[in-house]
Structure formats: structure tokens, C-alpha cells
T-cell receptor, first 112, second 115 residues
Framework: SQQGEEDPQALSIQEGENATMNCSYK?????LQWYRQNSGRGLVHLIL?????REKHSGRLRVTLDTSKKSSSLLITASRAADTASYFC????????????FGTGTRLTVIP | DGGITQSPKYLFRKEGQNVTLSCEQN?????MYWYRQDPGQGLRLIYY???????QKGDIAEGYSVSREKKESFPLTVTSAQKNPTAFYLC??????????????FGPGTRLTVL
């Protein structure tokens, strides 16, 4: 399977703490994207990092990409209760169609 | 408002019946996608369409069918051949037009329950 895998599967932290979740994938990629899903809702795009980039920031989000290890991490700083959601990584493979392959997700709970 | 809509939000079906899930977008996107999500799982691709009048099978197309007669619409039919259709179905769209893996915009989803 080309699907990525997130680690950990579930993460519970106190409000104000940082949350880090990781994604590993199997194939060479064009880019890697992170999405957020609130319970019972559709996914919302958070950030895209291209294969030639190593780090990207967007507000309280920081994403890193290590193509030699085929892994990425998403850091959410100063977490809020409203950050409680599932987070998915998705990869676009080199030579593939314009499709994304989604990981299994990390369920983040931020305790107020 | 630009966006992607799915209807209905909840759908109940008796075993042996076909049912069609609606997906409409007014984002002028070329590409559209259907995913299935089971509890606690990631998304699995059912079908995708890069352009009007063309669509391709994804990883789990068996028991499903689609059409793409209009750019803004990509309905999914869950047929009686689908062995385990109870799931959350998500539709998405993207600019498409290449192999760059563009950002996808998702609808709110349809939860299908087979009784």
C-alpha cells in the first residue's frame, strides 16, 4: 500500500502544550500535505510541503520533511482546545496521477 | 459562496437497494474524487475523475459506480454488489490538470447506513 502511517495513533495533551505527530510513507513524492478532520466532518487542508523543501510554517503549524527517511512531522505550538481533531498526512507520488494517498491519522485531544 | 456540497448528510438504505450520493462543486475544479472512511480509519479512494466525461477506478471501486457528465457534479452510486457499504463517504475536488498532487477541497460527507 502507498498509504502513509501516522504516529502516534492518539495523542492527549494539556492546553498550551505543543503537539507533535509524525507521518511515514513509502514512495517518492511530489509533495506531502497535512489535513485536519473534526469529528463527523470533511477534511480541511492545513499545509503543503514540496519534496525540495525541508521545513514550512503557517501560523502555529510547523511541518518538516525528510525525504531520505520518507517521513514528515507536524508540530502544533501552544495548543488550544479547538485543535482537538484528527490529523492526516497525504502524499502525492512521483509518476502518479493527481491523486493523494492518505495516512491513517492521529487523533489529537487537547484538554482545557 | 464557493464550495463543495454533499447530500444527503445521513442516508439509510435497505440491503439489496442501490443508492446515489450527490456531490456538487462550484469551484470550477477539473478533478473530483470519492473516498470512503471507516471508523477510526484513513481515507480510501473509490473513484476519481480528472476531467468531464472521464473517470478512473481507485483502490476500492468494486460495488460502486460514478458518472461525470458535468464539470460541477460527480455522483456516486453504491450498488447492492457492495458487500459492506455502511461508511462515511467524502467527496473532494481539486484544480487538477497535472501530476502535482494539488490541494483537495472536501465536502461535509454523507454517512450511509445499511439496515
Amino acid at each position: 500500500s502507498q498509504q502513509g502511517e501516522e504516529d502516534p495513533q492518539a495523542l492527549s495533551i494539556q492546553e498550551g502544550e505543543n503537539a507533535t505527530m509524525n507521518c511515514s510513507y513509502k514512495t517518492s513524492i511530489n509533495n506531502l500535505q497535512w489535513y485536519r478532520q473534526n469529528s463527523g466532518r470533511g477534511l480541511v487542508h492545513l499545509i503543503l510541503i514540496r519534496s525540495n523543501e525541508r521545513e514550512k510554517h503557517s501560523g502555529r503549524l510547523r511541518v518538516t520533511l525528510d525525504t531520505s527517511k520518507k517521513s514528515s512531522s507536524l508540530l502544533i505550538t501552544a495548543s488550544r482546545a479547538a485543535d482537538t481533531a484528527s490529523y492526516f498526512c497525504a502524499t502525492s507520488s512521483v509518476g502518479g496521477a493527481n491523486n493523494l494517498f492518505f495516512g491513517t491519522g492521529t487523533r489529537l485531544t487537547v484538554i482545557p | 459562496d464557493g464550495g463543495i456540497t454533499q447530500s444527503p448528510k445521513y442516508l439509510f438504505r435497505k440491503e439489496g437497494q442501490n443508492v446515489t450520493l450527490s456531490c456538487e462543486q462550484n469551484l470550477n475544479h477539473d478533478a473530483m474524487y470519492w473516498y470512503r472512511q471507516d471508523p477510526g480509519q484513513g481515507l480510501r479512494l473509490i473513484y476519481y475523475s480528472q476531467i468531464v466525461n472521464d473517470f478512473q477506478k481507485g483502490d476500492i471501486a468494486e460495488g460502486y459506480s460514478v458518472s461525470r457528465e458535468k464539470k460541477e457534479s460527480f455522483p456516486l452510486t453504491v450498488t447492492s454488489a457492495q458487500k459492506n457499504p455502511t461508511a462515511f463517504y467524502l467527496c473532494a475536488s481539486s484544480i487538477g490538470g497535472g501530476r502535482a498532487g494539488n490541494e483537495q477541497f472536501f465536502g461535509p460527507g454523507t454517512r450511509l447506513t445499511v439496515l
